[in-house]
């Protein structure tokens, strides 16, 4: 459990960044930095999230969490979870679903993307800390016109204009349930929370040249995919493609979720 802590800054190169900076000196769990303008938002293996200024949230959360390392990739899960209860609620009568691993979509159009990082020493989780980008006010004039039509917010959605602080508070009091829960029970409950939401079950994808159906969410939020000769294959970090061309490469990898060791 932890008591939500949110700190609004005008502005940050990266949320993440201000949130590690935080945790490396001590910052208990459940601050959480929010940045007005992020100049370098990142999303998952590097990717940049676009964002104009002030209109979205920009949210990054500090976890001290006691699990095995190997268990650590389930909270970005948890907070998809999160994001999507408390988006039913502002978006209402839309349903918000999940893509693996960490997107959050309304409409089959992404509204928002989680990044998980942290440290381990000794084999131990010293912090994680999951970062938001939520398009809720932005427009689809905000958007750069290849994205239109993948992309949605809160207010195209509704019509309506959303307080960055109250979404943020009513997204962390959300999160705090859920790992609380996470603690009594474990990372079991998890893969099944998630699989309600998840739009892509049973449909064709595809990764490294190598084609199947996404049959399932393992244990420790892996992919599991049934490749055309039966065999399964299980995928713990990286983009699928849905339903598209794969190149000719065969080679799946197997990453490591992103978590430093110091």
Same mark, same amino acid.
């Given at each position: 459990?932890?008591?939500?802590?949110?700190?609004?800054?005008?502005?940050?190169?990266?949320?993440?960044?201000?949130?590690?900076?935080?945790?490396? !000196?001590?910052?208990?769990?459940?601050? !959480?930095?929010?940045?007005?303008?992020?100049?370098?938002?990142?999303?998952?293996?590097?990717?940049?999230?676009?964002?104009?200024?002030?209109?979205?949230?920009?949210?990054?959360?500090?976890?001290? %969490?006691?699990?095995?390392?190997?268990?650590?990739?389930?909270?970005?899960?948890?907070?998809?979870?999160?994001?999507? #209860?408390?988006?039913?609620?502002? +978006?209402? %009568?839309?349903?918000?679903?999940?893509?693996?691993?960490? #997107?959050?979509?309304?409409?089959?159009?992404?509204?928002?993307?989680?990044?998980?990082?942290?440290?381990?020493?000794?084999? +131990?989780?010293?912090?994680?800390?999951?970062?938001?980008?939520?398009? &809720?006010?932005?427009?689809?004039?905000?958007?750069?016109?290849?994205?239109?039509? !993948? &992309?949605? !917010?809160?207010?195209?959605?509704?019509?309506?204009?959303?307080?960055?602080?109250?979404?943020?508070?009513?997204?962390?009091?959300?999160?705090?349930?859920?790992?609380?829960?996470?603690?009594?029970?474990?990372?079991?409950?998890?893969?099944?929370?998630?699989?309600?939401?998840?739009?892509?079950?049973?449909?064709?994808? +595809?990764?490294?040249?190598?084609?199947?159906?996404?049959?399932?969410?393992?244990?420790?939020?892996? &992919? &599991?995919?049934?490749?055309?000769?039966?065999?399964?294959?299980?995928?713990?970090?990286?983009?699928?493609?849905?339903?598209?061309?794969?190149?000719?490469?065969?080679?799946?990898?197997?990453?490591? %979720?992103?978590?430093?060791?110091?």
């Amino acid at each position: 459990m932890f008591d939500p802590i949110l700190k609004i800054i005008e502005i940050a190169e990266s949320t993440q960044d201000e949130a590690r900076k935080l945790a490396l !000196s001590g910052s208990p769990a459940g601050t !959480s930095i929010v940045a007005i303008v992020q100049t370098e938002g990142r999303g998952r293996c590097g990717s940049k999230w676009f964002s104009p200024p002030g209109k979205n949230l920009a949210m990054s959360v500090i976890l001290r %969490p006691k699990l095995e390392p190997r268990d650590a990739p389930m909270l970005g899960m948890l907070f998809s979870i999160a994001v999507a #209860d408390i988006l039913d609620k502002l +978006c209402h %009568p839309f349903r918000t679903s999940v893509k693996w691993p960490n #997107d959050v979509l309304v409409q089959d159009k992404k509204i928002a993307g989680i990044l998980s990082e942290g440290q381990i020493t000794n084999g +131990c989780v010293d912090f994680v800390v999951l970062g938001l980008g939520l398009n &809720l006010n932005s427009l689809e004039e905000d958007f750069p016109l290849n994205l239109t039509e !993948s &992309l949605t !917010s809160c207010s195209i959605l509704t019509g309506l204009t959303f307080n960055l602080r109250e979404v943020g508070m009513s997204i962390l009091i959300r999160l705090r349930e859920l790992t609380g829960r996470f603690e009594i029970e474990g990372a079991g409950f998890v893969p099944r929370l998630w699989q309600r939401r998840w739009l892509h079950k049973d449909q064709r994808i +595809c990764r490294d040249g190598v084609e199947g159906t996404a049959i399932g969410i393992d244990d420790d939020g892996a &992919l &599991l995919v049934e490749t055309p000769d039966g065999s399964w294959v299980k995928i713990s970090s990286g983009e699928v493609c849905l339903q598209r061309p794969c190149p000719a490469k065969k080679v799946f990898n197997r990453d490591l %979720p992103c978590i430093e060791k110091s």
